[in-house]
């Protein structure tokens, strides 16, 4: 195997100069690759499959669990769905060059701003292959320069489709360095990747939450990422009850392992025993296990007792846990204190408790009247999305195209000098 | 002397507390602040000078150089500015709670960004007492929990200050350890600082490059930050003559010491013979030494070498270098290898010359037509500066209060649910 360093170095060094070129690229330039891609990918459409089955042997034959096989197959759909993916991208507005705010000031010089791509954008993120897609078009269109660096158990599939990556670039005019998917697997890579900020604008792990601990801990260049998602629905004093008993139970029960799922249900003491009968019925039906506090287990039986441990847990799974509060300000402390600043939704018709939550409650994102579960890129309308960033820094919940890139300063002049 | 890490860890703490309380606190609660701020530093004028006194001393007897000295000291005037500089950020527009776009989505909610603080700022500055209260202000108004590590030279003066300070907050009823300076000189403080992401959200720099480059380095929570200020002016072979000997005159002399001052100064080929004479004895008037590339000094006399080392040279002094090149492309190559991403601007008169050059130079302040000396947050608009970023990500130029601040999604629904 070759030196890993020298290796990464290298594939740094080929992106940044990627990136250069990239500026330069029309709208046109990227959308003509995008669609020269999915028709690479539709002209090899057998091959890509068949190396998906080579890596789905070897998983078979390594003793990958079944969810992790799922992950990695792919099949006639998966790929037509990866393929639209690619043209759904294309199909976006592209953020770069947008200029926004361009004002005239007393010195005469107009100041606005442009947006920019922040550069080179490192993705790490496990077996996958659709991601090798999806991640490369996403960056493609802000015009950044792409490093992907996907599990070890898909390399066969993910080296196929940056084959076809390549040929579009290639056919477009565009570099063909400016998507690079890395072709070892040895886990040396991702240390050099996350290390090298000369060459590396920002890194986005996409995975569980070991690798995205562990990248961001290890990381010296910026990290977009996401953590956990302890999302809650407060159900006020002064809630619609048939608004709150459906975005309760749409919460908890229209996906279990997604991030934005309510792990913990918080409802005002002077409801509670008129709501919290009816929902627990209606979670006992589904199936769901219910953990509450003293009160909750006062109004509903079959409750089991929740611990500090509950409200701390990102279940993931038809669990939930049930706290009555006196009101707002307890249940705003109880956010503060246990939430992961995911999404918190509140529910009530009172217009000044609205806005004090909406104002109060420091989450990426935070609802009145509307179940947490629209904590989405897509139904945020922003067209695509890359992650969720629980971070403040640079880009805060749902992440698309625009979190990819950046802003500078344009100023334009008839001459002007400072006086 | 107490235990420093116990006791930057008391003082993370309590930010922290105090930026969930500052979340509370309405534009009216942080402008009042600040003028109880304003109006104690006017009651205790004459203690912040006595103090101020005290580091002076202190100064000239461990033998401060001039320029230091300058810098830490305060008078009636400059203290006056401070003062007057505290009810100028209260003057400005608070960014706390600002929506914006906010849109309705087909599934019926209402989907929009809410600007936020960031949450705990640390300042690291050198011996200038006149930070203290300008960052703190900044931090204020934009809500953010300040800790503020100002040079040890100062620290008479700065905990003057920050008594003022902490009266202003009480007597607004904000909490007193919104803004917190640290009163200790043990350089270990600063290690612990940048090293507490539990506490502390954004570290930012303001001194020299060595301060600056080894908080980058050492820091485990994010950095806004500027390095290096190597600034060029390209005069096109379009440009309208006047308007280039105007713009790079002013560009290099307004102030050598700036970090938007012009380094080197390229010129088109076409205009080199016809500009540079006229230009180059404007300079030597005023005393800047010229380092130029072959063609440079064959047109104009004493003008030394310039070597690879002017190219990357900040000079920060009456120094400049000048280069030759072919036009538009060798001018942008040139920047790209050689700048520093701050500040860079073309004299054309040419359309698309203008528009190419300001798509694809990538500094954080492009412009056409006019001084690089504008890049600055009060000429831009920004009503106050905490610094400029030569970084992309989080924000890039001048920083105002927004770049103190992130965006959170709302979103307001009527009983939605996820189909």
Redesign the interface.
């Known amino acids: 195997m070759k030196n890993i360093k020298e290796y990464m170095q290298g594939v740094g060094q080929a992106a940044r100069a990627a990136a ?1 070129q990239l ?2 690229a029309t709208t046109n330039d990227k959308n003509n690759a995008l669609e020269f891609i999915a028709i690479a990918l539709e002209d090899q459409f057998d091959f890509v499959l068949a190396e998906n089955e080579k890596d789905m042997l070897e998983g078979r034959s390594s003793g990958l669990d079944a969810a992790l096989l799922d992950r990695l197959a792919l099949n006639e759909a998966r790929l037509h769905s990866m393929i639209d993916g690619i043209r759904q991208v294309a199909a976006l507005n592209d953020p770069v ?1 947008e200029i926004t705010d361009l ?1 005239y ?1 007393p ?1 005469g ?1 107009q ?1 606005g701003k ?1 947006r ?1 791509p ?2 080179v954008v490192g993705i790490i993120y496990e077996s996958r292959p659709n991601v090798t897609a999806d991640a490369a078009a996403l960056c493609l269109k802000s015009g950044n320069a792409a490093i992907l660096r996907g599990g070890s158990e898909a390399l066969n599939s993910n080296k196929a489709i940056a084959q076809c990556i390549n040929q579009g670039l290639v056919k477009a005019g565009l570099p063909e360095a400016a998507i690079q998917v890395i072709d070892t697997i040895d886990r040396a890579a991702v240390g050099e990747l996350i290390t090298m900020p000369e060459y590396v ?2 890194i986005v792990p996409r995975g569980g939450k070991g690798l995205i601990a562990r990248v961001s801990q290890e990381a010296s260049v ?1 990290v977009i990422k996401h953590l956990h998602g302890i999302c809650h629905v407060y159900i006020d004093d002064e809630a ?1 009850r ?2 709150a008993l ?2 309760a ?3 908890k029960t ?1 996906r279990y392992g997604t991030c934005n799922t309510m792990e913990t249900l918080l409802v005002a003491q002077a409801v509670a025993s008129d709501i919290l009968p009816e929902l627990a019925a209606q979670y006992q039906t589904e199936g769901v296990e219910l953990r509450g506090c003293s009160i909750t287990r006062d109004i509903v039986s079959d409750v089991k007792v929740a611990t500090d441990e509950d409200w701390q847990a990102e279940y993931l799974a038809p669990i939930l846990s049930i706290r009555v509060v006196k009101g707002l300000d307890e249940a705003i402390d109880h956010i ?1 204190q246990y939430s992961s600043q995911h999404t918190e ?1 509140i529910v009530t018709e009172n217009y000044t408790t609205a806005r004090r939550f ?3 409650v ?10 947490t ?3 989405d890129g897509y ?3 922003l067209g695509a999305e890359i992650g969720i960033s629980t971070d ?3 880009v ?3 992440v698309g195209l625009e979190g990819l890139t ?13 006086e």
């Open positions: 250069y500026v330069k060059g004002k000031r010195s010089i100041v442009m920019v922040l550069g604008d920002v910026p619609d048939s608004k459906a975005i139970f749409n919460a229209h503060q939704s909406l104002r109060e420091d989450s990426s994102s935070v609802m009145v009247n509307a179940s579960r629209f904590a139904e945020y309308g403040k820094f640079h805060r919940g749902p950046s802003q500078k300063f344009i100023v334009l002049g008839d001459g002007q000098v400072r």
